[in-house]
């Protein structure tokens, strides 16, 4: 009833493949074969092609002509145009459009700009201030001092020089390069003018110091020690100079609220010797007729500033702590009285008594560009101008309800100085524009801190450097409107320089 049977497989056809083959009618995932062929990108020949045209035979005798010239007419134009072009030059000869200027190539600074703000935390922890600054000999390195110029114990308090090279790769505005600690509060700092390591300080104590910034184990050089000859009060400027018995030596001059400015040599020892120095006393002032009325006996001539001519090495301007501005010489021969106890004897270098401050004198400093010019500012506000040659001043500035602490004339521009005032500002004046008002203030802090101190760079005329109370130093970058001499500023400062207020 049943048997095997191999019976054929049943087929079902798909409907997958068969939709699939009505949308696309290719099934290949890759494009058909791409049919290439090799063709050359030059031609098989080469062939030269002049870049010219060719030079036809008409064309070269042509130029193998000889030119001519109608040197009968030339001769005539000559002669016709010979008196206006002869009276053009002299004309060009005694023009003064161009006296004073030189070309700058630097580029062009449109705005004073802060470069940098340096400080040692250590320093302001404590809160010392920046007493002073100073540029070296290359312009590159700026150095400041701390100490205290308000209250504290001043004779104890431990202070610090710091120096910064601003041409280093990786500069650390708040990490000096050098830090030397002092044990006494440093008041003042001078760089040398040609040796870049030296730096001179004067402290609270009265003592001299010369650090050589290239020893980092004992930088100290010279010291003047406590002796007799040691100034008794604070030493408020130093000042290099010149050693006329021996050219590669200088000498180191001080000035102190003591009344003494002396003069100190090198010895091999590492001493500051005494090798001269002066007193300023009260009754060997001359008299002047305008100042007759004022009681000499009365004015303290404690020394606070200084600033030699650089047109006469002998002649140098003092300020004092009576409010006036002394013209001194140190060819002065007269002794001194009282005799004092140093052991050189000392003299009187006053020569002339200018129309006084109406509080101490701060600050003074000689005109790099005018012999006769100089500026003082103090604690009334003001500064003048005088002129070595009559006792009045030339002008008077009333730039500050507070004290004016330092002023100073640009080193490029005979017509630009700057102060720092009490009010935390440095101040940028510039007479070719006004003779009544700053052309520029700079808030140096925020905190109305005093800016103290301030120093124009002789190397880079465009870099200005003010200290504060606060501690910190900051470098400013002036524009070019101060840095660029005009074509008749020099005879600007001629006229003011012959002003006269008889």
């Not at 049977?5 to 791409?34: F, M, N, Y």
């Not at 098989?44 to 008409?58: N, P, R």
């Not at 705005?111 to 100073?134: F, G, I, M, R, W």
């Not at 040659?389 to 008077?396: G, N």
């Amino acid at each position: 009833m049943f048997t095997d049977l191999a019976a054929p497989g049943a087929d079902v056809q798909s409907l997958w493949r068969s939709a699939r083959s009505a949308r696309c009618e290719a099934k290949s995932c890759q494009t058909g074969r791409i049919s290439t062929a090799e063709a050359a990108a030059q031609s098989h020949t080469g062939q030269d092609a002049a870049v010219q045209t060719e030079q036809g035979k008409d064309a070269l005798q042509d130029f193998q002509r000889e030119v001519q010239v109608d040197y009968t007419g030339l001769l005539s134009f000559l002669q016709r145009v010979e008196d206006a072009v002869i009276k053009e030059l002299n004309k060009n000869w005694e023009s003064r459009a161009f006296d004073g200027f030189e070309v700058n190539w630097t580029d062009q600074n449109e705005t004073v700009l802060c470069l940098h703000t340096l400080s040692y935390p250590e320093a302001q922890d404590k809160n010392l201030q920046v007493t002073s600054v100073s540029w070296n000999a290359t312009g590159s390195v700026i150095a400041c001092s701390y100490g205290r110029l308000d209250d504290g114990d001043w004779s104890t308090e431990k202070s610090y020089v710091c120096t910064w090279n601003l041409d280093r790769r990786g500069l650390n505005p708040q990490h000096p390069d050098l830090v030397m600690d002092v044990p006494s509060s440093v008041m003042c700092l001078a760089f040398h003018p040609s040796q870049p390591s030296l730096i001179a300080g004067g402290l609270f104590s009265g003592e001299l110091v010369v650090w050589d910034t290239s020893r980092t184990e004992d930088p100290v050089i010279w010291r003047t020690g406590m002796t007799d000859d040691t100034h008794t009060d604070p030493v408020y400027q130093v000042h290099w100079l010149p050693d006329t018995k021996h050219r590669h030596h200088s000498r180191l001059l001080s000035v102190s609220t003591d009344g003494k400015i002396l003069v100190w040599r090198e010895e091999r020892d590492g001493r500051l010797a005494l090798a001269d120095g002066f007193a300023v006393v009260a009754q060997q002032i001359p008299r002047s007729t305008r100042l007759k009325k004022l009681a000499w006996a009365e004015a303290a001539m404690g020394v606070t500033s200084l600033s030699f001519s650089p047109f006469d090495p002998h002649i140098f301007v003092v300020g004092v702590e009576g409010g006036y501005s002394l013209r001194c010489s140190t060819a002065a021969q007269t002794p001194a009285l009282p005799p004092t106890g140093s052991s050189i004897p000392l003299r009187a270098p006053v020569e002339l008594a200018f129309s006084p401050h109406a509080g101490p004198v701060y600050s003074v400093s000689c005109s790099p560009f005018h012999r006769n010019l100089f500026l003082s500012c103090g604690t009334d506000g003001q500064v003048h101008l005088h002129s070595m040659l009559q006792t009045q001043p030339l002008f008077a500035l009333q730039v500050s309800q507070k004290y004016l602490f330092c002023v100073c004339w640009s080193p490029v521009r005979p017509l630009v100085f700057a102060a720092a005032s009490g009010e935390g500002e440095v101040l940028l004046f510039d007479l070719a524009r006004s003779t009544r008002k700053p052309t520029v203030s700079l808030k140096q802090a925020l905190s109305h801190c005093p800016v103290y101190c301030l120093e124009f760079n002789s190397k880079q005329a465009q870099l200005l450097a003010a200290g504060d109370a606060a501690g910190t130093v900051k470098v400013w970058q002036l524009s070019s409107d101060f840095t660029e001499q005009g074509p008749r500023e020099m005879n600007h400062l001629e006229q003011l320089a012959s002003e006269s207020m008889d």
